[in-house]
């Protein structure tokens, strides 16, 4: 065991944590973290074969955070035939032809919530707009927007992801996942009730039956664990879009090429998804003893993979450079492949969407205020598993 990673603490992860990974990925980029109860693994190489090896690293380990709060049933929870069918189900939804009809929701909600903070002159972002623009645009995505309201939406996906990202088993966060989840399931459950008996065209439906034998639906307690899985992202496009507009606000050169030229926006996304994901570190666990990084591995073994770690391998990329230092934010840096958005079998279903949402909200933002600044003094992103903002108040004229 590493000395270095024997000493770093949960505050100095909570802090910044790249410099820690960039002195794992040259000394140990297989290391056992005490503190955090699980072997970090750092470099993009290593990150992917753990996301890619089903044989040896799985999601659906009974330690699993996702298990615990979610259910087992869900598409992240499950392997093999189960998540097959799941992600096929999933995959219809998002499809790559609803894509232009999702940006246009996107942008319409997205203009919408900008004409209504016109006036006030300053806001905290993620709660007043992000927030409203991602989880709005999702729930039109699975056609909810009747049945739940986006703040109802956002405090669900608060209350779950807060369980998930919890590793020191904190039980006032259990309690209030678990009570996000029991008013999730007292809204949505009559709903799947009803369209188990009763398909009909509904994306709730699909969920229910695609892919099932007749007469052989999915049980209400999987569509269940699915809601909570999806709904414990619903937040991050939101989250995604506050990281980069700090990453803009903070490069002002940066920015001042994106107001010049609207179209290098998609790549300010690109980039801010690659040097600033919300989401750091992703859960595998080992199927059986092995050998890793030159460590021996137990059964269960709890590997923390640090996507925002591989996003800056210095060595990444099939061992070539990414174009110029990787901690830097640049724009116009040639578009390198991330696994922010997870990988292999387990991408996130709405890769897709996610930068089309986050493109939405920003565009319409700088668009609408031109003199957009944080008012106050410069906030700073904290966190490790997850990584963003609670509150991003800014000001306009």
């Not at 020191?168 to 209030?176: F, H, K, M, T």
Request: hydrophobic content about 40%.
């Amino acid at each position: 065991m590493g000395a270095f990673a024997e000493s770093i603490t949960l505050d100095q992860l909570e802090e910044d944590p790249y410099p820690i990974y960039r002195r794992l990925r040259e000394e140990e980029p297989v290391a056992w973290m005490p503190v955090l109860k699980a072997w970090l693994v750092t470099r993009w190489d290593d990150v992917r074969m753990v996301m890619s090896n089903p044989d040896s690293f799985v999601t659906n380990s009974p330690s699993a955070p996702q298990v615990k709060v979610a259910g087992s049933g869900n598409m992240l929870s499950t392997e093999g035939d189960t998540h097959a069918e799941w992600r096929q189900a999933i995959d219809e939804i998002f499809a790559p032809e609803a894509l232009p009809e999702v940006a246009r929701h996107a942008t319409e909600i997205a203009r919408a919530c900008v004409e209504a903070l016109r006036d006030q002159g300053g806001t905290d972002l993620i709660e007043h707009y992000f927030d409203m623009v991602s989880a709005s645009t999702v729930l039109s995505v699975l056609q909810l927007s009747t049945v739940v309201s986006a703040a109802q939406i956002v405090g669900w996906s608060t209350g779950i992801s807060g369980g998930l990202g919890n590793p020191n088993g904190d039980p006032e966060r259990l309690r209030r996942a678990a009570e996000a989840g029991a008013d999730m399931e007292a809204t949505l459950l009559p709903i799947v009730t009803e369209l188990t008996a009763h398909p009909d065209n509904s994306l709730v439906s699909h969920l229910i039956h695609a892919g099932r034998p007749p007469g052989q639906p999915r049980p209400a307690k999987d569509i269940m664990s699915q809601f909570k899985a999806m709904t414990s992202s619903v937040r991050q496009p939101g989250w995604i879009s506050g990281n980069a507009l700090h990453s803009l606000l903070t490069h002002p050169e940066q920015l001042a090429k994106v107001r010049a030229n609207p179209g290098l926006l998609g790549a300010a996304v690109h980039e801010s998804l690659r040097w600033s994901p919300t989401v750091g570190v992703i859960d595998r666990w080992t199927t059986r003893p092995m050998t890793f990084g030159g460590h021996d591995l137990p059964a269960d073994a709890t590997m923390a993979c640090g996507i925002a770690s591989a996003n800056r391998d210095d060595l990444s990329f099939r061992g070539q450079s990414i174009g110029g230092d990787p901690n830097e934010f640049d724009i116009l840096r040639p578009r390198q492949p991330y696994v922010t958005l997870g990988y292999s079998r387990h991408t996130c279903p709405m890769i897709p969407f996610v930068p089309q949402i986050v493109q939405a909200a920003l565009s319409a933002l700088l668009d609408g205020f031109p003199d957009l600044r944080f008012d106050g003094p410069v906030p700073q992103p904290r966190g490790w598993k997850f990584r963003k903002f609670e509150h991003l108040n800014v000001r306009w004229d």
